[in-house]
T-cell receptor
Framework: DVKVTQSSRYLVKRTGEKVFLECVQD?????MFWYRQDPGLGLRLIYFSYDVKMKEKGDIPEGYSVSREKKERFSLILESASTNQTSMYLCASSPRGRGISQPQHFGDGTRLSIL | GENVEQHPSTLSVQEGDSAVIKCTYS??????FPWYKQELGKRPQLIID?????GEKKDQRIAVTLNKTAKHFSLHITETQPEDSAVYFCAASNNAGNMLTFGGGTRLMVKP
């Protein structure tokens, strides 16, 4: 079974802090994703990575950056946290489909509060 | 880019009744449509998916239908049970097949 592990379930940080959210998957998946989940807005893609050191912006990348130095690990970075970044953050992974879409597997999420 | 609309945002049914959730998408090149169930405090889990070369797919009490011409797809749950209570998300792939755009979610409540 695919396991996607996010380092923290709950995190409280202060405005202006640099925040790191970590995600690790154990299935050798090429693709990894960071989403933000807010009520009524569904899951919105922040960034996507299809290989080590490769990344693509999603729908809401402003205020965020990512790092993928190893295949199994994908980090989301809030460069200078703001209160409007208080949210649930979900990491997901999927195998490369070679032209055929593949299901994404999610972690348990990190509920981040910025005070 | 892709836009996915999901309706209704909340749905309340009696145990044993059927529930239907509908989604529309904008990109005619989308070819993969998964549905996820998220129970309170838990991760989204894939419950069923359908590809564009199929019009309907069933798995026990759940089924998904796809109308490519009209660009909409629906989730049908029959004989609902209290454990079906959750938030359900539909999604559609981009034309490269490597990203998903999600609908806003439907909170389903099954009353015993």
């Amino acid at each position: 079974d695919v396991k996607v592990t996010q380092s923290s379930r709950y995190l409280v940080k202060r405005t202006g802090e640099k925040v790191f959210l970590e995600c690790v998957q154990d299935m050798d998946h090429e693709n990894m994703f960071w989403y933000r989940q807010d009520p009524g807005l569904g899951l919105r893609l922040i960034y996507f990575s299809y290989d080590v050191k490769m990344k693509e912006k999603g729908d809401i990348p402003e205020g965020y950056s990512v790092s993928r130095e190893k295949k199994e690990r994908f980090s989301l970075i809030l460069e200078s946290a703001s209160t409007n970044q208080t949210s649930m953050y979900l990491c997901a992974s999927s195998p490369r489909g070679r032209g055929i879409s593949q299901p994404q597997h999610f972690g348990d999420g990190t509920r981040l509060s910025i005070l | 880019g892709e836009n996915v609309e999901q309706h209704p945002s909340t749905l309340s049914v009696q145990e044993g009744d059927s529930a239907v959730i509908k989604c529309t998408y904008s990109d005619s090149a989308s070819n993969y449509f998964p549905w996820y169930k998220q129970e309170l405090g838990k991760r989204p889990q894939l419950i069923i998916d359908i590809r564009s070369n199929v019009g309907e797919k069933k798995d026990q009490r759940i089924a998904v239908t796809l109308n490519k011409t009209a660009k909409h797809f629906s989730l049908h749950i029959t004989e609902t049970q209290p454990e079906d209570s959750a938030v359900y998300f539909c999604a559609a792939s981009n034309n490269a097949g490597n990203m998903l755009t999600f609908g806003g979610g439907t909170r389903l409540m099954v009353k015993p």
